[in-house]
């Protein structure tokens, strides 16, 4: 499983700096000899206690806004990786923070285990709207 995740973010880092590549294939103290100490704990403490399934790359972050992050030392980056999970509109977009503000004084989360009353209107519409798309594209 790990190898196979390793080899479908791999393409993502294609043109990270050379550290960056080699961390997403090996796991050595070299790779982490340039951070911090901050920085080499708490990746120690997450390879003691997490679930070691994925090989993050060396940076420890500690906050994000707009298309920016900042490590636990204060560094700032411009994160180019937001779009590969689900933060591709930006870190703390305020419209965003709204509706997630809003829904979570509605209902937190409901667990899969149970139905909830958005769940299958919002499959209903994404598959339209997916489908209308895809036709659309084809003709």
């Known amino acids: 499983m790990l190898s196979s995740v390793r080899r479908a973010i791999r393409p993502l880092a294609c043109n990270a700096a050379p550290a960056l590549r080699r961390s997403m294939g090996s796991d050595n103290a ?3 000899a340039h951070l911090s100490e901050k ?11 997490g679930a070691n399934n994925y090989h993050p790359l060396p940076v420890v972050l500690a906050k994000g806004k707009d298309v920016k992050v900042w490590d636990v ?5 411009y ?5 590969y999970s689900a933060v591709n509109q930006g870190h703390c977009h ?3 923070l709204a509706a997630m503000n809003e ?3 509605t209902l937190t989360l409901s667990s899969r285990a149970f139905h ?3 769940l299958g209107p919002y499959c209903k519409f994404v598959t339209e709207v997916s489908a209308a798309f895809c036709c659309a594209r084809a003709i």
């Open 30 to 32: 070299a790779e982490r």
């Open 39 to 49: 920085q080499r704990s708490l990746m120690a403490l997450e390879d003691a206690h």
């Open 73 to 77: 030392d204060g560094k700032e980056y």
């Open 79 to 83: 994160d180019f990786l937001s779009a």
């Open 94 to 96: 305020p419209k965003i």
């Open 103 to 105: 829904q979570a004084q």
């Open 116 to 118: 909830n009353d958005v």
